[in-house]
């Protein structure tokens, strides 16, 4: 059972920069390709980002690249999420996930965290 705990929200204006982060408690951290998903207000649940298990490879949505950026470092077992130039649209609610893969990363992951708010006011 892998636990992922998020933290690094907050209120930041538009424009502005949030670095998240999510800790695992998963010893073999390496085995696990690591993602950011989102849910905003009155809205399903999306898929943000993702990296792969050896951190080579990384994918984001549409409407994140450019201006996230995934990085994952397996000697804390963390994976951040750097958010820039946000927008309003990027208000919501910030899930880390966990899968065996990169594919099952983006689309069913088998853990999730809590996740942490993320509030961009205009």
């Known amino acids: 059972q892998v636990q992922l705990v998020e933290s690094g929200g907050g209120l930041v204006q538009v424009g502005g920069s949030l670095r998240l982060s999510c800790a695992a408690s998963e010893r073999t951290f390496g085995t696990y390709a690591m993602g950011w998903f989102r849910q905003a207000p009155g809205k399903e649940r999306e898929f943000a980002a993702a990296?792969?298990?050896?951190?080579?490879?990384?994918y984001y949505a549409d409407s994140v690249k450019g201006r996230f950026t995934i990085s994952r470092d397996s000697a804390k077992n963390t994976v951040d999420l750097q958010m820039d130039s946000l927008k309003p649209e990027d208000t919501a609610v910030y899930y880390c996930?966990?899968?065996?893969?990169?594919?099952?990363?983006?689309?069913?992951?088998?853990?999730w965290g809590k996740g942490t708010l993320v509030t961009v006011s205009s």
């Open positions: 990296i792969s298990r050896g951190g080579v490879t990384s």
């Open positions: 996930a966990a899968a065996r893969n990169s594919v099952a990363v983006r689309r069913t992951p088998d853990y």
